[in-house]
Structures are given as C-alpha cells and as structure tokens.
C-alpha cells in the first residue's frame, strides 16, 4: 500500500542533541512538509519542498534543518538551536499539479519527541 | 496573512446527537478548504473538501458548505457515533498549484459518549 512511513514514533533525546526524523514516501509526490503540533496550538509548518534540492522555510522554520536529495525522502533535523522541541512532528505529501487536487495533503503518523 | 478560527473544543456529545464545528477563515483571495481528522495517536486524514463559494463537501456523513458571504466553512453530522471522537482541523489553501501551503486552525477535540 501506498504511503508515508515517519521514524522513530517516539524519540528521547537529551538538552542539546542534533536529531533527525525520517519521512519516506512511495506515492510519487512531489511536494513534502513538515509541520509541527503542539497541544491547542494546531499545525504549524516549518520546511517544505515542492522539487528534489529544493525547500523553502515555513513559518517556524529557525532550529531546524532540512534536505531533498530523492523524490521519496525529506528528513528533518531538529537541531539545539530549537529552544522548545519537545512536540509531534508530522510529514506529509501531496502531488504536483494544479487544481483542486493539489492541495490534498497525505500524512505520515507522526513522531513524538521529548527532549529530557 | 491568511488565518482559520475554530470553535473552542472541547467538545462532548451523546451518541446520536447532532454535531456543529464551527469554522470561520481570512483570506486575500479565493481559497480551497478542507477539514482534517486525526485520531488519537495517528496523523491527519482528509476528511472532505470544498474549492469554492457554495461547493458541499461531504464524507461518512460529515458535510460542510463553503459560505463566502460568512467566510465560514462548518462541519456538520447529523448523528454521531463514538467512532467519531477524534480532533477535527479547518484549514484553507493559499493557491492552486502543488506545494501550495495550507493553513490549519486550532483543532476541535470531539468526544462522543455511547
């Protein structure tokens, strides 16, 4: 089945670690996103990218860190500048072309990290 | 910018009962919307969806009309079953091509009761 794979589902890291989050798609979309979710807070969007080697910051994009070497693959690196990383992270994706389809969004399961 | 408000959850209800999740938006130009489910522990899913001024969008009995006039977009259902206790996401799109970025509101918790 088609989908987005996001790994680790939980993940504890220590004050001042660099972590990286996986999000692999085999929907041949083009487009990926990283958003975040905090309680009562929403999404917010950090990075996303619509092409390989290519992304574009979002709105809360400072302390993080993205790269788009394959079409099926867009990790995100959590870095210690990130002053408040403990959150669910979320990955999604959704195809190149325009029209009403275009914005339909298929998202992974999410990745919880807690920073001790 | 663009921006969605959504009704304050949480929001509790009686097996059968019927659901009202308000949701108004702000937006310089024509804007799709949508509502997204998650369920607890899970990702978001597209629940249903509407491209322009008094399109329905509809799905496992949730319908929600796009009303440019109210800038609002609510979700309705008119029986609910435990089965339906999730968080509930408005959001809208800034444009039509791929990549386009969607902006999401708050999230409603519903719980429903059997």
Not at chain 2, 15 to 23: D, G, V
Request: with cysteine; hydrophobic share 30%.
């Amino acid at each position: 089945d088609g989908g987005i794979t996001q790994s680790p589902k939980y993940l504890f890291r220590k004050e001042g670690q660099n972590v990286t989050l996986s999000c692999e798609q085999n929907l041949n979309h083009d487009a990926m996103y990283w958003y975040r979710q905090d309680p009562g807070q929403g999404l917010r969007l950090i990075y996303y990218s619509q092409i390989v080697n290519d992304f574009q910051k979002g709105d809360i994009a400072e302390g993080y860190s993205v790269s788009r070497e394959k079409k099926e693959s867009f990790p995100l690196t959590v870095t210690s500048a990130q002053k408040n990383p403990t959150a669910f992270y979320l990955c999604a994706s959704s195809m190149r072309r325009r029209g009403a389809g275009a914005n339909v969004l298929t998202f992974g399961a999410g990745s919880r990290l807690t920073v001790l | 910018g663009n921006s969605v408000t959504q009704m304050e959850g949480p929001v509790t209800l009686s097996e059968e009962a019927f659901l009202t999740i308000n949701c108004t938006y702000t937006a310089t130009g024509y804007p799709s919307l949508f509502w997204y489910v998650q369920y607890p522990g899970e990702g978001l899913q597209l629940l249903l969806k509407a491209t322009k001024a008094d399109d329905k969008g509809s799905n496992k009995g949730f319908e929600a009309t796009y009303r440019k006039e109210t800038t609002s977009f609510h979700l309705e259902k008119g029986s609910v079953q435990v089965s339906d206790s999730a968080v509930y996401f408005c959001a809208l799109s800034e444009g039509e091509t791929s990549g386009s970025r969607l902006t999401f509101g708050e999230g409603t918790q519903l719980t429903v009761n059997p």
